[in-house]
């Protein structure tokens, strides 16, 4: 982390979890947990049926909700999908973009998600973009350049004041659910080697403005060694952030 520079932000990605009332009663649970932790951004991306209870419930908390994903038209024949229009007019402020699940097994790729950040952008949103290298690509040593091209591609075309409302999540696949975390250093040097392409994309002064986040197993144990990095501005955060303990304790670390 580097609070003198960028703020720090640890979200909780729930995934396909809770019900409207599971939420409510997560919420009510973790909010005396984080109340007052204010040195970072608080935030629980739900699924969409779940997003106006969990909102309802953090009303007055330091806590935000936001969505998982938004599509990239603003209406029309895409059965499923929920514009940035359609989150915002619920009060939505924050969504997770280019996930690796939705990468894998929706089949979005650097395009849609480079479109789908770009329609939350003009919505007003402010972007959790994700990123990161597959198992092979990080054994094949390629790992700077996956993410270096992610980096790039999804960022084509957005300004340098559009970027203020873009945060950056890396995520190592291979880390994601599998209860296998990158170390510290594995963490800092691939969240560093993107600060550098988008210092290359946008300049140094802006780069070190952007906040990148690590995700993949993070947890009560790992988190405050891998946020004392000073490349990794926070966590999202999946499986821990299911237990108000948990996450908590993350959201402490970053203190
Ligand atoms: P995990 O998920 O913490 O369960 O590994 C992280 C994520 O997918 O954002």
Redesign the pocket.
Known sequence: MNPAKRRTVIAG?W?MNFTPAQAKEFIKNVTPLVAGKDNCDIIFCAPYVTIAAAMEAAEGTNIKIGAENVHFAPKGAYTGEVSAEMLRAIGVEYVIVG???RRQYFAETDETVNLRTKAALAAGMKVIL?LGEVKEERLAGITDEVVGMQTKLDLAGITAEELKNVII?Y?PVW????GLTATPEQAQETCAVIRKVVAGLYGEEVAEGVTIQY????NDANAAELLAKPDVDGG?????SLVPEKFAAIVEAAQ
């Open positions: 990605n995934k996930h690796s699940e994700c999540a995520e880390a994601i659910g599998t995700g993949g197993s993070m999202l955060i999946g499986g821990a």
